[in-house]
């Protein structure tokens, strides 16, 4: 009885979060799509601090909804969502979906190294809710690491039917940018440069240089630790253990030294076979 409670207590909970997010969701000007752990927190973090120098805002805000909005009507409405609908699909209908009027960002990133990423992750700092909500069983937590990554329903196959299929929905929205999170490693002031004039705001060459030296991976991960930002997206289940926080290692390609040989050439061959080849990760 006690069990069931607490089901129906968690479904309710999670209708409303359901709820809220979709509300978000359309009255978004700007909509960044992302798989979890494709650096949506590092990208927020970035685009968060050219808002807070460009309007004179507070550098421990992030960019959610509405809220620097309220404080400066000149910053649009910003969602970060999980796919191009809501809620999941494998949830049922979606309730609301990008609309051509919403500038739309995909953040993408290497679905090999979403999948270990987002093993630590439900090891580490995921709850119950997030795990139902986002259709991983609680089981996943007692798998190893190969099994996870290689697994249809909650690995990097999901990974690749989620990257897929945005292909098209990209297609249809005439306002859309696509961010690799290598790219961004790679050049990260060359691509927050394309981001900021797609989202029109006008940052000056400084503002940029700065908000790329505030959210380095070190300064980050020192951030979280003592708790910097006013939002629960950042932060350490284990002050001191880096592996519980949301601002891990974030290598590209680290899935190499992480997982046995079979593994690798199973993800390589996945990558090879079943991603659209204009991601650029075959």
């Given amino acids: 009885m006690l069990e069931a409670l607490r089901g129906w207590w968690l479904d309710r909970k999670d209708a409303r979060l359901v709820a809220e997010r979709v509300a978000r969701f359309a009255a978004a000007e700007v909509l960044f799509v992302s798989?979890?752990?494709?650096?949506?927190?590092?990208?927020?973090?970035?685009?968060?601090?050219?808002?807070?120098?460009?309007?004179?805002?507070?550098?421990?805000e992030l960019l959610n909804g509405d809220n620097l909005h309220r404080l400066d009507p000149r910053v649009p409405r910003v969602h970060f969502a999980p796919d191009t609908c809501l809620p999941y699909p494998e949830l049922g209908p979606p309730q609301v979906r990008a609309s051509p009027a919403q500038k739309v960002v995909f953040l993408v990133r290497d679905p090999r190294d979403i999948a270990v990423s987002l093993y630590f992750h439900v090891l580490h700092r995921a709850g119950e809710r997030e795990l139902r909500r986002k259709k991983i069983p609680l089981a996943a937590r007692d798998t190893d690491l190969d099994s996870f990554v290689l697994d249809e329903s909650h690995g990097a196959p999901r990974v690749i039917r989620y990257l897929n299929r945005w292909v098209a929905d990209a297609a249809t929205l005439p306002a859309s940018l696509r961010i690799r999170y290598e790219d961004l490693r790679a050049d990260t002031r060359g691509e927050l440069g394309r981001l900021v004039r797609f989202v029109d705001l006008d940052a000056t060459p400084e503002m940029l240089d700065e908000a790329v030296a505030f959210a380095a991976f070190r300064n980050m991960q020192e951030k979280e630790r003592e708790g910097y930002f006013n939002s629960d997206r950042l932060g350490r289940a284990n002050p001191d253990d880096v592996a519980t926080g949301k601002v891990r290692e974030g290598r590209v390609g680290g899935y190499r030294e992480s997982l046995r040989p079979a593994t690798v050439e199973a993800l390589d061959r996945l990558v090879e076979t079943r991603l659209d080849p204009t991601y650029g990760y075959r």
């Fill in 35 to 60: 798989f979890t752990k494709s650096g949506r927190t590092w990208l927020r973090v970035l685009l968060s601090n050219v808002y807070a120098r460009r309007f004179d805002l507070s550098d421990r």
